[in-house]
């Protein structure tokens, strides 16, 4: 049975995962494995394909909320403001 692996790409891992795809994808494989956490993961391209679209769209909106709270934090203007602002509101 495969534990859990809970894990965060960084951009340069999802760039090293897209270009091992469009390479298996080139020489004609249907399939493509990687290894995160010690466990071995093997999946169709489309479904990696899939997956790493989903993470990115995943990580820009989770992005564009972090900057608009930025953005938020900097106009408060007391210390009930601050307190009183969720940090958790509008994340994917």
Do not use: C
């Amino acid at each position: 049975m495969l534990g859990e692996v809970n894990m965060w790409l960084t951009v340069e891992e999802r760039q090293q995962i897209a270009t091992q795809i469009t390479a298996n994808e080139t020489i004609g494989r249907d399939t493509m494995t990687r290894w995160f956490g010690g466990q071995s993961f093997t999946f169709p391209i489309e479904t990696w394909k899939s997956m790493l679209i989903a993470l990115e769209v995943y990580a820009g909106d989770a992005l564009n909320v972090t900057e608009e709270h930025k953005a938020a934090v900097n106009s408060l203007l007391t210390i009930q403001d601050i307190e009183d602002f969720d940090i958790t509101e509008g994340y994917p």
